[in-house]
């Protein structure tokens, strides 16, 4: 039996279908043409991405596939799979088998946001002298650099250039072509260890390097030319480098002194220095840093763990960046907007800490993971892992701790009644044996998989590497 829907309008069709979800709006689809018509409008399915998403970009979307229906069908069903965490239903797990030593860091190549058919490329460093780079869908080694003359120590990515630097123990610095392995530079720093960090600015990527003598030393990329030279500590170790999210500020600071204050320079007096004058700097007026973070949100508001300089107790203070200019100068004006005490039970100094958005704070410390405002209230803690937590990884739509347990936590981010973020703690990925391994030791991850050393007990390590299907 047939029925005769009124004939309406397409816009009142439109404006009548904008209040159903995606699941009724593909069973209206289905009742007539005239239906269908509306049901598919661009329009109804781009309020919904909008709606859902902070941020859209159709071009992650094969060119066929780019429509506002297919990116919204597809991101959701991705966000399904790595909500639930099924194994072999939802995603798939590889071994990445290939280094000889310890793996010291890894990176991703290809952009994390929100890639849903490219595949994922990850480097990884290691003691064994060696850069390698894998395909994570496929489970496979692309390339391997040649055996360096010393560990590697540190790697980090350059997506602007397309390029992975690296640092060994005895302070060279390389970049690397990512997609061949090809070795492009190399700048010797004569440092023991680095910190490293890549910023772009008026056309061209620079890299800064704080080293184990307290100096940083600027570069250009690909080249690693050297454009400046400052001394930011004397003879102590740089362990902290940071950048803000507008690249107007570098942090550097240390952690074996709780005497120096970690000081913030201005880029471009690091890209572009002035011959006549000292780098733009200011000291944050905190006791030492432990561990620092920017909030990913805001365009220079940074958090910094640090001593209460009376007891052993760690405080948290948050402070907001910005410059002052003058005719014939710029200042940095460093203002104070939050600060509270961390408590935990049987404290120690291994903390990590990361931020989501413009006021959520995420600390693991121990076995537990921890989630605060800015204003110091604690939202939540977890105590999902058996063993310490050795590294975390945020994005905005969950974060994932990997422990010495052997297991990966995966949470996921919810609002709350009263609109504050808090995490819902999701599933376990397990990483092997505890009879060939000692635990997880580093984790990253993109929008569409998740990447994770394995310590080995004979010193080879692997990568456990997690893709989700889309």
Known sequence: MECDFPTLPLDCLVCIFSYLDAEDLITVSLVNQSWNGAAETAWLWRQMCMHRWTFCNLSKLNPEMQTWKNYYLRRAKLEQHMTSGRASADYTCKTLRGHTGSVVGLVYLS????????????????????????????????????????????????????????????????????????????????????????????????????????????????????????????????????????????????????????KVYFTESLSCPCEDDPP?????????????????????????????????????????????????????????????????????????????????????????????????????????????????????FRVVTAAYDLSLRVFTWKKEQNKDLSLESRYHLLGGSHMFSRGFTHVACDYASIVASVAAKDGKDVLKAYSFNA
């Open 280 to 396: 733009v700097s200011a000291s944050i007026p905190v006791n030492g840093c432990t561990v620092a973070s920017f909030f990913p949100s805001e365009a220079a508001r940074v958090m910094i763990v640090h001593s209460d300089g009376l007891s052993n107790a760690k405080n948290i203070s948050i402070f907001d960046i910005k410059s002052k200019k003058s005719k014939y100068k710029t200042e940095i004006m460093v203002e104070q907007v939050g600060s509270f005490e961390l408590l935990f039970d049987g404290w120690n100094s291994d903390i990590l800490l990361e931020a989501h958005g413009s006021g959520t704070i995420l600390i693991a410390q121990g076995k537990e993971l921890k989630l605060y405002s800015i204003a110091g209230t604690q939202i939540a803690s977890f105590q999902d892992h058996k063993e310490h937590i050795a590294a975390m990884c945020v994005d905005s």
């Open 111 to 262: 952009d994390s946001n929100h890639q849903f058919d490219s595949k994922s490329i990850v480097c990884s460093a290691s003691s064994d002298g060696t850069i390698r780079a894998w395909s994570i869908q496929e489970g496979i080694q692309l390339w391997s650099s040649q055996v360096q003359d010393a560990p590697l120590t540190k790697i980090i990515a350059d997506q602007q250039t397309g390029l992975v630097i690296s640092t060994d123990s005895q302070g060279r610095i390389k970049a690397w072509k990512a997609q061949t392995g090809d070795e492009l530079a190399s700048f010797p720093t004569a440092s023991s260890a680095c910190t490293l960090l890549t910023y772009y600015r008026k056309d061209q990527s620079f890299l800064t390097a704080g080293t184990s003598g307290g100096a940083l030393h600027t570069l250009t990329i690909p080249a690693l030319s050297q454009v400046s030279h400052v001394r930011a500590f004397d003879t102590y170790k740089i362990d902290i480098l940071l950048l803000s999210p507008d690249k107007h500020w570098v942090i550097a600071a240390l952690r074996e002194s709780l005497d120096l204050h970690p």
